[in-house]
């Protein structure tokens, strides 16, 4: 080797290690711990709820319903499994105890359990078959187990203290792996209390004494992620309806919180690692009700969901109301399959694995943060920015016009959450274009995937314009996603005039009247037409160009509400009651309890339906009612669960013939001044 040669070699040996050198950014503070990235990568899990509820058509059980009512016929906790494994999920939280204070396994702690119920002759276990069957099939196991005890004679005393954390320890012990332990919160209030009936509040911070429990989990299990209670390593997000915010920090202080539905944009200033997980069921509750067999979430809504939790940041944890007889509905496992080979359909083919990246600027060379780290396949390598430097742009080319609608970003999180605000544009024939969305282009985090009408480029370009520190991005992937023809949906407006819209503007719509399913020889939707009856209006939407049809879509419409008449009042907006939106409502007076309706005519009535304010957190929803037929008291009880999971409810009891009907409101959620009335209806025989 001649000297040239070694003084090259000598220079690029010294290039080699000042690029070796390059030290990585900093992190920025809050960073997530190892086991918090281990959770966020399952992306999406099960919940089941199953247990007294189920068997009694209850929401929240008050405490009293005989055990000998959880009665499966054929439970099946394989089937469970193996319909949650094909939906993709990867894990599975079950309901040991809900707040009925009912536990699915035999506890030592009260008689309150599946030991006094007829299912296997009292010797059965089924937090036990749930976490085999999950071992046996590769799935992670969680526990649910309410604080709330609405059984339990020393709820609200130090004894219940120890029971629960009793019970925990059995859980605990006897049926790990634990991957995740879920803290309701859900606390206090009325229930059975070992025959007392009263209403009982607790301090939930204190009570529960959760540092306590939260050392009895990380001993026994270190990597468990808990969610709720007064210290966790991850956060509600602050709805049950199936979204996180489109900005979403994992940072987040809970202490400066002013109203929780900050918890679905984290706080860019947080001082604490909290990732959001979203909550949802797929159907309208979250345990199993026959009448919301038909109400199992659409294949589009589905869809949704995934790009709103999993896309924005969050993991998705997926609820299945579990039948009577022990399994999951058909009509769910069916939906969910779907929604797992759509998703996956969806995000198929990475368009950038062979595109050419580039970057406005890097780190050192681009041996060690360069552009290409952003679309190789390792997650732990990544494109970065120098310090100092928070702007910057990644640009991949294709090597022919390639159509792309979705792209996915990802930072690299072990080094903090920094990204605050970005834009897409595609280059096509020579010219950048902006791509066209509704989504909001700010956060990044774990995860991002950012939705857009299909674009033929040649090129793919990210602008992150805002963040917090140097940019580093672990991740970024692109797709061509197909049309989806969705279910379309179905309504009637005051007038009695039914509207139909289809989930995407180019499908066409046929629908039937008469209950039969409707198919492309029905008739077909060309504007709102009225139908001032009672019946059933079915719809399905149909892409002509792949000759695609959307499953049907069923909507049971009763006597119309425009023959109704409130005679309780003159204020003009109970017509919000009656408009076919529950977006719109009325809210009665401070201090106005009631709501009177006269049908217009003599009806058998069997039932009522109330919608609450369905704004994001609106209030005013009614939490107890007494309801009258010709001011004969018909039916009184609880709106379950309706502050975290404000949907339609509906009442049946027993057919009653009457012209009026009445809504006495006997307790608003949080005791609030004013209740609000989103809808409102009556079913009859
Ligand atoms: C809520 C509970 O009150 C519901 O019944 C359900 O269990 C849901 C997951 O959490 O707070």
Known sequence: MNFKSLFILGLAAGALASCKNTPAPQAIMPIPTPEQIEWQKMETYAFVHFGLNTFNDLEWGFGDTPAATFDPTDLDCEQWVKTIKGAGLKGVILTAKHHDGFCLWPTATTEYSVKASPWKNGQGDMVKELSEACKKHGLK?????????????????????????????????????????????????????????????????????????????????????????????????????????????????????????????????????????????????????????????????????????????????????????????????????????????????????????????????????????????????????????????????????????????????????????????????????????????STVGYKRIIRFKSIAAEKIRINFTDAKGPLCINNVEAFLAPALVTEPSINRNAANEVIIKAGDSESEVYFTTDGSTPTVNSEKYTAPFTFAQKGEIKAIAYDRN????????????????????????????????????????????????????????????????????????????IANYEFYVDNKKVASGEF??????????????????GKTVKMVITHIVDNQKRAGIGEFSVTTK
């Open 141 to 441: 196991f969680g526990i649910y187990l309410s604080p709330w005890d609405r059984n339990n004679a020393e709820y609200g005393r130090p004894d219940y203290v120890d029971t629960f954390h009793a019970q925990m320890t059995e859980l605990l012990t006897n049926y790990g792996p634990i991957f995740e332990y879920w803290f309701d919160g859900a606390n206090g209030g009325n229930g059975f209390y070992g025959g007392t009936n009263e209403h009982r509040n607790i301090d939930a911070k204190t009570y529960y004494q959760y540092e306590k429990a939260r050392e009895v989990i990380k001993q026994l299990h270190p990597s468990a992620m808990i969610f709720g209670g007064t210290c966790a390593d991850i956060r509600w997000i602050g709805n049950e309806s199936g979204w996180a915010g489109e900005t979403n920090w994992s940072p987040m202080s809970e202490d400066k919180m002013q109203h929780h539905s900050e918890l679905q944009w984290g706080m860019e200033d947080g001082h604490e690692w909290l990732p959001g997980e979203v909550d949802v069921s797929v159907r309208p509750g979250w345990f199993y009700h026959e009448r919301e067999d038909h109400q199992v979430r659409s294949l589009a809504n589905l869809v949704d969901l995934y790009y709103n939790s999993v896309g924005r940041n969050a993991n998705l944890l997926l609820n299945f109301p579990v039948a009577l007889s022990g399994k999951i509905h058909p009509t769910d496992s069916a939906r969910v399959a779907e929604w797992y080979a759509t998703i996956s359909e969806e995000l198929d083919e990475n368009l950038l694995a062979n595109a050419k990246a580039s970057a406005s600027a890097t780190r050192g060379d681009d041996s060690k943060f360069g552009a290409a780290k952003a679309n190789d396949t390792s997650w732990d390598t990544y494109w970065a920015t120098n310090d100092g430097e928070t702007t910057g742009s990644l640009t991949f080319t294709f090597a022919k016009p390639t159509p792309v609608n979705r792209l996915l970003i990802q930072e690299y999180i072990p080094l903090g959450q920094r990204v605050k605000a970005f834009n897409i544009e595609c280059e096509s024939n020579g010219l950048w274009h902006p791509v066209q969305t509704t989504d909001t282009m």
């Open 546 to 621: 792949f000759d695609k049809t959307s499953p049907v879509s069923v909507r049971k419409l009763d006597i119309p509400t425009s023959q109704f008449k409130v005679t309780s009042t003159k204020d003009e907006g109970v017509k919000y009651m009656f408009d076919g939106n529950g977006y719109t409502t009325y809210y009665l007076p401070e201090g106005k309890k009631e709501i009177v309706v006269d049908l217009g005519g003599t009806c058998d009535v069997d039932g009522f339906r109330y919608t609450p304010n369905q704004g994001r957190d609106a209030g005013g929803h």
């Open 640 to 657: 379950s669960n309706i502050k975290h999971n404000p949907i339609e409810q509906q009442i049946s009891f027993a057919p009653t013939q």
